[in-house]
Structures are given as structure tokens and as C-alpha cells.
């Protein structure tokens, strides 16, 4: 009979070995998220705080057409990847997730394989989503200031 160390051992070592083929297989996707300043000329830079569960990605400032992006690959096994940010430009500010499982499977573009990419672009109305870089898709706001 197999004791409960021995169970454990066993369990242990099949959810690493699941772990370690869902990473050489390409199961757990990467994924790039960038964030671009298309705010106008001539007013305050976009401040950006950007953080996960994990991660604090740190403030950012951002003068127009600048880009701030950050890569990772998403959770696969237990719990779920998400990424919010908090932006400052002017007298507003917005928070909200960049990054989550829903965007992770609707709205995000494939590159190639294992490579998913998801562009934000900051306007002075609003923030704008847009599945990859090229060919330039169209952008849709997702988010009022």
C-alpha cells in the first residue's frame, strides 16, 4: 500500500511535469502588451502605474507617441493572469485591467505560434484597443476617461 508522502510525491511530480510540458509545447501562450501615448502635443506627459498579482511594473510617464509595453505568459493550470493599470494625465485618472482572461481570448491578436499581442493607445477621450500593430486593425474604445 502507498503511503500519503508517497501520494504526495507522485501528485507533486505529475503537476510539474504538466507544468513544464504546457511550457515547452507552446500551451502557455506569451503574450506583449503595449501601451502608447496619443495624447496631444503640447500638454502634460501620461502617467502610468501598471501591476499583476506578481509584478509591479513601476510608474511610467509617457510624453505623446511614447510606448510603454511588458511581456509574460499567462497562467494556464490554476488561477488566471490579469494586468490593471492606473493612468494620470491632466486633472484625470482612470484604472482598469489591461489584461485578463476575456481580453486574453476575444480581443488579443495571434502573431505567430505562441506569441499573442495587445496594443492600448490613450486618447484624449479615452482608451482605444487594437489587436495587433500590423496591418494596423481598428482601433475601439474600450474605456472613457
Not at 502588451?33 to 506578481?54: A, E, F, K, W
Not at 499567462?74 to 492606473?86: A, D, N, P, Q, W
Not at 484625470?92 to 505567430?112: Q, R
Not at 505560434?113 to 500593430?133: I, K, N, S
Amino acid at each position: 500500500m502507498i503511503n500519503f508522502n508517497t501520494k504526495t510525491l507522485i501528485l507533486s511530480l505529475i503537476f510539474l511535469l504538466n507544468l513544464i510540458l504546457a511550457k515547452s509545447f507552446g500551451i502557455s501562450s506569451r503574450y506583449n502588451v503595449y501601451i502608447t501615448s496619443n495624447l496631444p502635443n503640447n500638454t502634460q506627459p501620461l502617467t502610468v502605474h501598471c501591476q499583476s498579482g506578481d509584478d509591479d511594473l513601476g510608474y511610467k510617464v509617457l510624453h505623446p507617441n511614447e510606448e510603454f509595453s511588458f511581456s509574460f505568459r499567462r497562467k494556464v493550470l490554476i488561477g488566471s493572469t490579469l494586468y490593471f493599470c492606473h493612468f494620470w494625465w491632466e486633472n484625470k485618472d482612470k484604472s482598469f485591467e489591461v489584461f485578463n482572461n476575456h481580453i486574453a481570448e476575444k480581443d488579443c491578436g495571434n502573431v505567430n505560434g505562441d506569441l499573442d499581442e495587445c496594443y492600448w493607445r490613450v486618447q484624449a477621450d479615452g482608451f482605444y484597443f487594437g489587436a495587433h500593430r500590423y496591418p494596423p486593425p481598428p482601433y475601439l474604445m474600450k474605456e472613457p476617461w
